[in-house]
């Protein structure tokens, strides 16, 4: 059975603050990593993935895999309030379509 | 493009009633997901098509669920007999498995369901 833990938060950052979410992950033949952005009463909308070890940085986000470690992260720079949000971590194994989602870290930005 | 449509949008039934709850994905998605995500966890797949083969049901629970997708497009959920802890919202997300992209899913905006 695949896990994926995630902190449940909340995590509370000031405007302007880097926001560091964390996973970590059972399962080690997983390979494709995906963080979602979830706000409250709406459907998850993917903000990235990664495959390969190391930094992958889109915008103001970052997501740093250490499959060695089995974690992935996510790092929001200038964080904003309207960053206020779930953020869920998904995994995939390898051969295998079949993701499995942890239950989110809520992030709150505050002004 | 048109994103992935859901209805309802909301339901409430009383329990050991039945409810369907109706999916059409983006136009040529091959894949169909159906989540279930109770309050405060991440979603849990149910289940997912490949056009209109199962890939995996391993999760769903066949005594009282069940899910199609005749035509390999939309795709219906039911659900009976209901029970309390079928609370939930049920997302519905499709995919596109060729490309660059083949591992992103779309959600739709998810149908929430209150048995009493």
């Known amino acids: 059975q695949k896990e994926v833990e995630q902190n449940s938060g909340p995590l509370s950052v000031p405007e302007g603050a880097i926001a560091s979410l964390n996973c970590t992950y059972s399962?080690?033949?997983?390979?494709?990593f995906f963080w979602y952005r979830q706000y409250s009463g709406k459907s998850p909308e993917l903000i990235m993935f990664?495959?390969?070890?190391g930094d992958k940085e889109d915008g103001r986000f970052t997501a740093q895999l250490n499959k060695a470690s089995q974690y992935v992260s996510l790092l929001i720079r200038d964080s904003q309030p309207s960053d206020s949000a779930t953020y869920l971590c998904?995994?995939?194994?390898?051969?295998?379509?079949?993701?499995?989602f942890g239950r989110g870290t809520s992030l709150i930005v505050h002004p | 493009e048109a994103g992935v449509a859901q209805s309802p949008r909301y339901k409430i039934i009383e329990k050991r009633q039945s409810v369907a709850f109706w999916c059409n994905p983006i136009?040529?998605?091959?894949?169909l997901y159906w989540y279930q995500q109770i309050l405060g966890q991440g979603p849990k797949l149910l289940i997912q098509?490949?056009?209109?083969?199962?890939?995996?049901d391993s999760q769903l629970p066949k005594d009282r669920f069940s899910a199609e997708r005749l035509k390999g497009v939309d795709s219906t959920l039911k659900i009976q007999p209901a029970k309390l802890e079928d609370s939930a919202v049920y997302l519905c997300?499709?995919?596109?498995?060729?490309?660059?992209?083949?591992?992103?899913?779309?959600f739709g905006p998810g149908t929430r369901l209150t048995v009493l």
């Open positions: 997300a499709s995919s596109d498995l060729s490309g660059a992209n083949y591992n992103e899913q779309f």
């Open positions: 399962d080690r033949g997983s390979q494709s």
């Open positions: 990664i495959y390969s070890n």
């Open positions: 998904a995994v995939k194994g390898g051969g295998s379509y079949i993701p499995t």
């Open positions: 136009s040529g998605h091959a894949t």
């Open positions: 098509f490949q056009n209109n083969g199962v890939v995996d």
